[in-house]
């Protein structure tokens, strides 16, 4: 186990921040969600962030992605610098080049998988490239589930639907946030297997959020947070080791 | 459960803001509704009595009784005579002309008693009338007609015999204006009585005897011994009362009239009221199925169903009273204001406010119960949460639409039960038939309701637009088919009565107006009023050409026709001829126009040709006959046909024979009944004759035009209430369901969708719900109000089918703003969330 050095080159990565600072309130009610982080995630690699309930972790995901606005600091995302967009910029930039798998709750309940998956080139009103639509969905396994409405489809589907509604875009970063927290345990290796085989095979860049150490060995890279602070990076992670560095950061 | 009802209202009162404002609504209308009848009521009560105050016993007769006698100066003196009474006045209204001002006015004459405490009138300046060539006039007449005390009028009326008198007048003093309804939109004058009752115009007959009765006299005895005294001098029903159950008695003639008006007005308040109730009960299943983990979490935690439902029918009755106490509250304040305007009318000065407790009680139990039952179905939707739903992620899957096959079966025997009445009833042209069909039917189609609407908004949401926010929107109008087809419904309900009502009424006039222009063939007929006054004898000759010509020039007239005499018909009246193209520009059906050889005769001719004796004797021969629908009709041939039908004779000669010409004029279309008086008046002063040489279908038709353009008004203003809450139920819908939706709207947004597309995918949603509901409802509207014109009025005319487009193109116009507006604030409050706000939302 080791924990190394946070910095590193910011250029080339597919999504990075400096100086990233993000409050909440004002005051004796002031909370420091981040403190100033410097962070880069290279392309291709498959990333777990984790830490203590509290450490900033989805705050980051959630600066990082467009979803929230950062209070100081700069992102960027294939090189843009995010935090200078409007909101019409950043919801093209987020229907553009990020994917999203979350928790719970990420299909639309009236539409049907196929029709969810296909959701977001629809909104930039570009038509899937049937080809990469087949190897996505042939990928996952969903060829019979495509007219299910999400009601219809098991936890561990709806999630398999979420993650090629991800995929399809081709997005710059793919973005989870705890995307096995509601499945069972063989669901969730199913899933996870398959974020790890995109960011292999298809050299997506994966960004996700976990509680879980076991989720998080199947991660290229799992950076650690405390306190609104990277404070530990971790290479080839393995539950066994991951769950010795969060017992440290607890400590 | 009240602390959890509580904690429920204050937590989200926003959400009841929109169910608090239709029950307020539909529960004023209903209490206003009733105090209309009371302030009615107690407005004539006051009016009405004011001259009986002042008596001590009223005398009259009994109404209602054949040959019950009349009072006059015998009975006058019968009453005054008797013990106990120590002055009697009789009470009566005489009518006459007054010349004050810039003309003549009609005025009331009011008899002024000898007795002072028995005086109606009450002396605002000046002094009472001292002798026959004095009168009291009311202030504000005297204000108006810039008459003051001093001046003298003139008062003018006839005699039994038909003999005409002026009286020259004083005015000594001016009084209180009576507000009295029979007398207060007159000029009121006080005379002695022998002036007042040659005003009566024929015999001197009173309406009623006032008596003022001895100190200490008791009232009962002096009563019985009045009705014997009166009995005695030739009245078969004498009747004495005292002043209050006179008036009560005179009311009574009122009030028939008056309870009819409540009875059609408290129709539309039931509409209103079942809309109400409609957008109630969608509030709370809406509220029900957002609560559906928190009433789990309650059952979770050992709250038996019944608690449960107490606990949504606690928050319904809260809600009911509080928002019926403030609809009570409306319609009073509403009321007030009418109350105070109409007073300021001359002709309704007497008008007062009453609100009886049987509003109030009426407005806040209907309202409360109404809220109530509405609740019921929602509630017990509510009771059915099963404890484990609280463990259970929120469901997400859209609502199955599972209407009743009890609900399907009724709705379709009603559904064709009543639209085989009311084409039963059309055919037949039985109103009655007619109706009970129509309302049957669409009962039964409100039954179906959510059978047909929802797959109606799916198909109008597959024509709305192929981008996602589009086809988002039509998805979601229908997710929930039974909330979209209560939503809808309210508003089918308030668009297809208005619908009806115009297109009835556009369909009434176009029938009565075809029908009137077959019955009179011209707007206006100016008939020979004989010769002026001081013209010497024989050389009266009628109208002229020239006379034609002039009124063409008058604004209004669009052309006139000269007709003269050229003939006698079979039964021997005149026929007239006139030039054909003269014809054709005044006749208002075009088939109407005489042709060569052809003759236009009344309705009652049944024979196919006629022959006329010409009136230079010559011979003509038989003419084909053109039948009119008109009873009253000279038969009129054109010039070219009559062609030396008068040779040799001119018009000197045919006036003394009494033929002389008539003129026929069309008036400009679109004029009001106003608009042709006053050109009535104008034709008649170019040509120097009376006012009553001037007649015509015209008048008659504006007339009709005008009071079913009055019902349609008065009726939209009733059904705009019931249309106005069904649109507060469409953005109530729309709101909660964006309430429920925040996490979806979050999640589509962190997918990209824009603030702009989420509003407009809201804005597009509420448009598809009330636009189907409106063109549904225009469309079932003008059905229902053709075969409701047809059965109205089909017995007597031949239906002529007119749409109002323009009018129903507004309603829809109305439905869709409305609903667009409805989405406005739904949609904001949608697009402000950011989205990891509302994905954190549970």
Known sequence: MTITDTSLPTSTAAVAARGLTKHYGSGDTRVEALRGVDVAFERGRFTAIMGPSGSGKSTLMHCLAGLDTATSGEILIAGQDITRLDDNQLTRLR????????????????????????????????????????????????????????????????????????????????????????????????????????????????????????????????????????????????????????????? | MLGLALANLRTHARRFIAVVLAVMIGTAFLSATLMVNASTTASLERSVGEAYQPAGLVAG?????????????????????????????????????????????????????????????????????????????????????????????????????????????????????????????????????????????????????????????????????????????????????TPAER??????????????????????????????????????????????????????????????????????????????????????????????????????????????????????????????????????????????????????????????????????????????????????????????????????LLLLASVFLPPAVRLCGLVGGRGVPARLASL???????????????????????????????????????????????????????????????????????????????????????????????????VYAADEAALAAVVNDPAMVPGPGEIVVPQHVEESTVTVEPLSGAVSGPLATLTTRANYLDPLVTSGTAAGWTAGLGAAELAAQGMTPLLWLKADPGLDAAALTELAAAVSAQLGVPDYAVSGGALERAMFTQVIDTLLLVVSGLLAVAVFIALIGVANTLSLSVLERTRESSLLRALGLTRGQLRGMLALEAVLIAGVAAVLGAALGAGYGILGAQSAIGSFASIHVSVPWAQLALVLAVAVLAALAASVVPGRRAARLSPVEGLATE
């Open chain 1, 95 to 251: 229907r553009d080049t990020i994917g999203f798998v979350f928790q719970s709750f990420n299909l639309v309940p009236t539409l049907t998988a196929e029709q969810n998956i296909v959701l977001p080139l629809q909104l930039a009103g570009r038509r899937p490239d049937a080809e990469w639509l087949a190897t996505v969905v042939d990928t996952l396994g969903l060829g019979d589930r495509l007219g299910h409405k999400p009601h219809e489809l098991s936890g561990g589907q709806q999630q398999r639907v979420a993650v090629a509604r991800a995929l399809l875009t081709r997005p710059e970063v793919v973005f989870g946030d705890e995307p096995t927290g509601n499945l069972d345990t063989r669901t969730g290796a199913e899933v996870l297997t398959l974020l790890k085989a995109s960011a292999r095979d298809m050299g997506q860049t994966i960004i996700m959020v976990t509680h879980d150490p076991v989720a998080a060995g199947y991660a290229d890279e799992v950076l650690l947070m405390r306190d609104g602070e990277i404070v530990g990076r971790l290479q080839d992670p393995t539950p066994e080791n991951v769950t010795a560095a969060l017992a440290g950061l607890g400590a």
């Open chain 2, 61 to 241: 007769t009994e109404p209602g009784v054949p040959d019950a006698g009349q009072l006059g100066p015998a009975q006058l003196d019968a009453v005054q005579a008797l013990d106990g009474v120590a002055a009697a006045s009789p009470l009566f209204r005489g009518f006459g002309r007054l010349q004050a001002g810039d003309g003549e006015h009609n005025a009331v004459v009011l008899p002024l008693a000898d007795d002072a405490a028995l005086r109606g009138t009450v002396l605002a300046t000046g002094d009472w009338p001292g002798d026959d060539g004095s009168v009291l006039l009311d202030e504000r007449s005297a204000g108006r007609l810039g008459v003051g005390v001093g001046d003298r009028l003139v008062l003018s009326g006839a005699d039994p015999d038909g003999t005409p008198f002026s009286l020259d007048v004083a005015v000594a003093g001016l009084s209180v204006p009576s507000s009295d309804p029979f007398v207060s939109g007159f000029p009121q004058l006080t005379a002695a009585p022998a002036v007042a009752e040659r005003l009566l115009g024929g015999d001197t007959v009173y309406q009623a005897l006032l008596m003022r009765l001895d100190a200490g006299a008791d009232p009962v005895g002096v009563a019985a011994a009045a009705a014997k005294a009166l009995g005695d001098s030739g009245i078969a029903a004498p009747i004495v009362q």
């Open chain 2, 247 to 444: 008036t009560t008695q005179d009311l009574a003639g009122f009030t028939g009239g008056q309870d009819q008006l409540t009875i059609v007005l408290l129709v539309f308040a039931l509409v209103a009221l079942v809309v109400t109730g409609l957008v109630v009960m969608n509030t709370f299943a809406v509220l029900v199925a957002q609560r559906t983990r928190e009433l789990a979490l309650l059952r979770t935690l050992g709250a038996v169903k019944q608690q449960i439902r107490r606990s949504v029918l606690v928050e319904a009755l809260l809600v009911g009273l509080v928002a019926s106490g403030l609809g009570v509250l409306l319609a009073i304040g509403v009321m007030a204001g009418l109350v105070a305007y109409v007073g300021t009318l001359p002709e309704a000065s007497f008008a007062v406010l009453a609100v009886p407790a049987g509003a109030v009680l009426a407005g806040l139990g209907v309202g409360t119960l109404m809220t109530l039952t509405a609740a019921w179905l929602p509630a017990r939707r509510a009771m059915r949460v099963a404890p484990l739903a609280a463990l259970r992620p929120a469901e997400e899957a859209t609502a199955g639409n599972r209407a009743g096959r009890f609900r399907i079966v009724a709705g379709t025997v009603l559904l064709l039960g009543g639209g085989a009445l009311l084409a039963l009833g059309a055919a037949a042209a039985q109103l009655l038939v007619g109706f009970a069909g129509g309302l049957v039917s669409f009962t039964g």
């Open chain 2, 476 to 574: 979601n109008a229908v997710r929930n088919p039974a909330r979209t087809s209560t939503t809808a419904t309210a508003l089918l309900i308030g668009v297809t009565l208005v619908a009806m009502m115009m297109v009835g009424a556009q369909t009434t006039k176009a029938t009565l107006e075809a029908e009137l222009g077959s019955e009179y063939l011209v707007d206006l007929t100016v008939y020979d009023s004989g010769p002026v006054d001081g013209a010497a004898p024989g050389t009266h000759t009628g109208y002229t050409a020239a006379d034609a010509a002039a009124l063409e020039g008058i604004d209004g007239v669009a052309s006139a026709a000269l007709l003269v005499p050229v003939a006698h018909g079979p039964t021997g009246t005149p």
